[in-house]
């Protein structure tokens, strides 16, 4: 992290171009003055600097180009000449092993890695870091309160236990000093298991591997462990458990099978994310109960499933596969989410927050980014000129220290175009934009 910010060579050949556009401007107005007076001058030299800059007709020097110039810059050799992901360099190198990244509503960036929960600006500076034992996830709901996975110890009977742990922060991105307020801590945030007994180890085995929130402030959390006994009056360990936003456990992801393989299972669960993904839109935030899993677990035929949720007024909340997705549409797309045995260890999933509301999920085994749409097709809209109604494939990677190449990526977000990758061996967070966004 360098302490005093640099100008980056393309911004100041960016200024050196508006100055002399705008002396030239000046000379090509002068011969008016005398016949149309300075304020008139004035007036058309203002319209003509509105126009030269595009400001009026929207063209590619919109808000959106001017934050890629000042977030990164865009090596023209690896923009693709079709549809695709440009990365936008230099990547962050200032962490250690990031798991994982998430840009919250109060739009600054949340990393885990070898020091805990760091807090980023969207330039790449470090705000500040948190120490937490053990931190695998980080997700915030639109109070902006953060919420971090990890372990802590806990004596139980005289023993200690080193045990599962959601840890409720506040003033996490603030001038304020940060304030762990609530932590959930496994088994004893879990209501079902109120009336059992602590399991000593196997409960310190148990795993929270995933934490999302949804537009009400609930937060969801995935769970994986040895136990799942289905006759037991205890919830099985495989599972998510959904908690309001007072930390009270309301229920948890009945009907979804703890062990055997099907579009409805929660078979070593390696992340999940729900629908709603900042920035908060005007026109609302999506409020569906719908989530996004992954499964890790090598029985898992299907490693990532949307999970929708119903209701019966005699039986309650359960939760269903989405069988609308196993419908592959070939004149559409080549790939699709559903497509059996597509990835080896997906680590990370989320959903944009913009109108597109692509899917994103990031393979540790494949050292690869996927991207679906919310039809289950893989690839992005083409281009609008293209003539095309078909997905273009847009999903890249592969092992390597390269700008399109990862070394076991372990999280994924997506905010205002740019998706954010925890590419965890290769200690960076690499950042891409669509090329069509770059228009």
Not at 30 to 47: A, D, Y
Not at 130 to 136: R, V
Not at 277 to 292: C, E, K, V, Y
Request: glycine residues 8%; charged residues 20%; negative net charge.
């Amino acid at each position: 992290m360098t302490s005093e910010k640099q100008i980056p060579p393309q911004r100041e050949g960016i200024k050196r171009m508006k100055n002399l556009e705008a002396n030239s401007l000046v000379r090509l107005f002068l011969p008016l003055r005398g016949r149309l007076g300075w304020g008139f001058v004035m007036l058309l030299f203002s319209l003509s600097l509105f126009s030269s800059c595009d400001f009026l007709f929207g063209s590619k020097k919109d808000k959106t180009t001017e934050d890629i110039f000042k977030q990164g810059a865009i090596d023209p050799n690896l923009v693709p000449n079709q549809v695709g992901y440009v990365p936008l360099l230099p990547f962050w190198k200032n962490v250690s092993h990031p798991v994982d990244v998430f840009v919250g509503y109060d739009e600054m960036v949340y990393i885990i890695d070898d020091e805990g929960l760091e807090v980023f600006d969207q330039k790449g500076e470090r705000h500040r870091s948190i120490a937490i034992e053990g931190a695998t996830d980080v997700t915030q709901d639109r109070r902006l309160h953060t919420y971090v996975t990890g372990r802590v110890n806990k004596i139980v009977a005289g023993i200690t236990y080193n045990l599962a742990a959601v840890f409720h922060i506040i003033n996490a991105s603030t001038s304020t000093e940060p304030l762990i307020i609530d932590t959930l801590i496994q088994p004893f945030c879990d209501v079902s298991r109120n009336n059992s007994a602590f399991r000593g180890a196997l409960d310190e085995a148990v795993q929270f591997t995933g934490i999302t929130t949804r537009a009400d402030n609930s937060l969801l959390v995935a769970r994986t462990g040895p136990t799942n006994d289905l006759n037991s009056v205890a919830r099985p360990d495989n599972t998510i458990l959904f908690f309001n936003q007072d930390g009270s456990n309301t229920g948890y992801s009945i009907g979804l099978n703890p062990v055997t393989s099907s579009l409805k299972s929660v078979l070593g669960l390696s992340a999940i994310t729900s629908f709603a993904a900042p920035p908060q839109s005007i026109s609302g935030i999506n409020t569906s109960p719908d989530f996004l899993i992954l499964q890790s677990d090598a029985a898992a035929q299907f490693k990532a499933l949307w999970i929708k949720e119903t209701y019966d007024p005699d039986a309650g909340i359960s939760y269903i596969e989405n069988s609308s997705l196993t419908q592959f549409d070939f004149s559409k797309a080549d790939g699709f989410l559903y497509d059996a045995n597509r990835f080896s260890n997906p680590t990370d999933i989320c959903v944009s927050g913009d109108a597109s509301q692509y899917i994103f999920i990031i393979d540790a085994g494949k050292d690869s980014l996927y991207q679906f749409t919310q039809k289950g097709y893989e690839g992005v809209n083409p281009a609008a000129n293209s003539g095309s109604t078909k997905q273009v494939l847009a999903s890249f990677g592969g092992l390597g220290a390269g700008p399109f190449q990862f070394d076991s990526p372990s999280g994924v977000c997506y905010f205002k175009k740019v998706i954010y990758v925890a590419d965890k061996n290769n200690n960076r967070i690499c950042r891409y934009i669509l090329s069509t966004d770059l228009e």
